[in-house]
């Protein structure tokens, strides 16, 4: 029995070490918005001599803090909420119509996740540059929805498929059409898939800077990590301020990750395993 406890705690020293390891980074970076620039530049793991905000005032306003939060929270609500809505539906489609063409369908749109965006970004953007497509944020909600639709369907079909068919034909009897059976009786089922594919999303539409970069050329467009890029100069970078925008820039998601984190390991494994 000793030797349970002594290999369990053992257990618990290395999680714990790996955690903290894990958090060193993000540790570094709260640490140092607290310095100046040249106090970072000098040593950048010392410790702050006194805890002020001045950066965090200073990142709000040189990142023109509140517009693009406005633009983020605008194009990440509308990008997430288009893949699920899209996904969930065309999911619940393939794997419920046993169709030729479903069946064709679903094997492109998984093909299409083994093509790296870096491969068609040129074309994609040169094509919407010619046709005067650029510089907005409706060609960016529907960019976001060609990439981050086939994973979501995929992660959805599987879920979908381990829901017993008998509760849609009880609801057809009932009266219920196809589309009211979707969204009251399989929709609110797939809530732990829906869960987790909807704090992925948020994590890769907020935090992305590639797209966002190619696309929105007007300085009102700019999103929060386009926002961060205020502090790079031709010959020296503002790093304190910076780092400061950043932390600014992670709380909204890693809130929304503390709400919904109970669903995420349920959602991928469950999702998996159907």
């Keep these: ?29 709260i640490l140092n918005t607290f310095k100046t620039t040249q106090k970072f530049v000098d040593n950048p793991i010392s410790w702050p001599v006194q805890f002020n905000f001045d950066n965090y005032i200073q990142a709000f306003d040189d990142m023109n803090f509140a517009m693009g939060f406005v633009n983020s929270i605008i194009i990440t609500v509308i990008g997430v909420l288009g893949i699920v809505l899209f996904s969930s539906m065309t999911a619940y489609l393939f794997a419920r119509f046993k169709w030729n063409i479903n069946k064709v369908l679903f094997f492109i749109m998984i093909a299409s996740m083994a093509v790296p965006f870096q491969v068609i970004m040129i074309p994609l ?17 529907f960019m976001y929805l060609g990439c981050g639709v086939p994973f979501a369907i995929f992660t959805f079909h599987g879920f979908i498929k381990g829901i017993p068919v008998a509760l849609e034909e009880a609801a057809a009897i009932d009266g219920c059409s196809k589309l009211r059976t979707f969204f009251q009786i399989v929709l609110p089922l797939l809530k732990p898939i829906l869960s987790t594919v909807i704090v992925l999303d948020v994590l890769w539409i907020w935090n992305d800077y590639l797209l966002p970069s190619l696309v ?10 386009l926002s961060t890029y205020n502090f ?43």
Excluded: C, W
Aim: hydrophobic share 55%; glycine share 6%; proline share 5%.
């Design 1 to 29: 029995m000793k030797g349970h406890k002594r290999i369990e705690f053992i257990k618990f020293l290395i999680m714990f070490a790996l955690l903290f390891i894990f958090l060193i980074p993000f540790l570094m970076i």
């Design 125 to 141: 953007v040169t094509i919407y540059g010619n046709i005067g497509f650029l510089d907005s944020i409706q060609t960016l909600l």
């Design 232 to 274: 790079f100069s031709s010959y020296s970078v503002d790093f304190s301020p910076l780092m400061a925008g950043l932390v600014m820039s992670l709380i909204p998601v890693l809130i929304l990750y503390l709400f919904l984190q109970k669903y995420i390991i349920e959602g991928i494994s469950e999702g998996a395993l159907k």
């Design 216 to 225: 929105l050329l007007s300085p009102e467009l700019k999103t929060l990590p």
